[in-house]
C-alpha cells in the first residue's frame, strides 16, 4: 500500500491463479477507495486553507471610532457615558501642549483627547472648540433586552437634555449627543412592510415620546 497525504492507492499483482473477474472486482474497489479519500483529503485541504483566511482577515478587520467633539466637555462627558452603561471604562486622556496652540488655540495643560469604551465599544471624545455641535443626523441605538433596561438608559441619558427633542424613541443627552432608547425587538416588528402588526407598532410609537414597551408589545399582538 502506498501512502501520501491520507490519500490510499492499492496495487495489485496478479497472481497465475487469480480469475480476471476477480480482479476486476478489485480494481473497481481500489479506485472507488481512492476517490473517497482524495474527497476527504481535498475537504481537509479546503477547512486548513479557509480556517487561515479567516485567521487572516479577523487579523485585518478595521476597528472604526466615533470621534465626538466636544467644547471643554470630553471628559465630563466621557465620565457621565461610563457612569450610565456598566462594564465602560475610560482608557487614556490626554492633555494640549505648547504645540499648535495659534491654531487650536486651547491653554496648555486643557483636556483634549478623552479615549473610552462602552460595553466594549471604542470612542473618543474631543475637545476641539465651539466650531461644531451635534446634531439629530447622527445618534446612537441602544436596543434593550427588557423593560428595566428601557427604563434605565432612558432616564439616565435623557436627565438634563432638551425634553422638546423627545420623540418616538429618541432624545438628546445633556451634552447634546442623539440617542435611541428601544426595545431590542422593534426592529424586527417594524420590518414586514405592508402587514398590519407593522402597521401598528408604527401607529403606536409615532405618538409617544419614551417608548412604552408594554403599548408597544399590545399593538404588535393585535
Not at 487614556?92 to 465599544?121: C, R, W
Not at 445618534?139 to 427588557?146: A, G, K, T
Request: net charge negative; hydrophobic share 35%.
Amino acid at each position: 500500500m502506498d501512502t501520501q497525504d491520507d490519500v490510499f492507492s492499492f496495487s495489485f499483482i496478479k497472481p497465475a491463479s487469480y480469475p480476471d473477474d476477480l480482479l476486476r472486482d478489485c480494481h473497481s474497489a481500489d479506485r472507488r477507495t481512492t476517490v473517497d479519500m482524495s474527497n476527504r483529503t481535498v475537504g481537509k485541504r479546503l477547512t486548513r486553507v479557509q480556517s487561515r483566511h479567516e485567521e487572516s482577515t479577523m487579523g485585518n478587520q478595521l476597528t472604526i471610532t466615533p470621534c465626538l467633539w466636544f467644547d471643554g466637555q470630553a471628559e465630563q462627558a466621557a465620565r457621565f457615558y461610563v457612569e450610565v452603561f456598566p462594564d465602560s471604562r475610560i482608557t487614556t486622556i490626554s492633555h494640549y501642549g505648547e504645540a499648535g496652540k495659534e491654531i487650536h488655540g486651547q491653554h496648555p495643560g486643557d483636556v483634549m483627547v478623552v479615549a473610552f469604551e462602552l460595553q466594549g465599544n471604542p470612542f473618543v471624545a474631543l475637545n476641539g472648540g465651539p466650531l461644531f455641535t451635534f446634531n439629530e443626523a447622527v445618534s446612537f441605538q441602544v436596543p434593550c433586552r427588557s423593560p428595566e433596561e428601557l427604563d434605565h438608559y432612558w432616564g439616565a441619558l435623557s436627565e438634563g437634555g432638551d425634553p422638546s427633542a423627545q420623540q418616538c424613541g429618541w432624545l438628546k443627552d445633556r451634552f447634546g449627543l442623539s440617542w435611541q432608547v428601544f426595545p431590542e425587538w422593534l426592529p424586527k416588528a417594524l420590518e414586514e412592510t405592508g402587514s398590519t402588526a407593522a402597521a401598528r407598532v408604527t401607529e403606536a410609537m409615532m405618538a409617544m415620546k419614551k417608548l412604552d414597551w408594554q403599548a408597544l408589545e399590545r399593538a404588535r399582538r393585535g
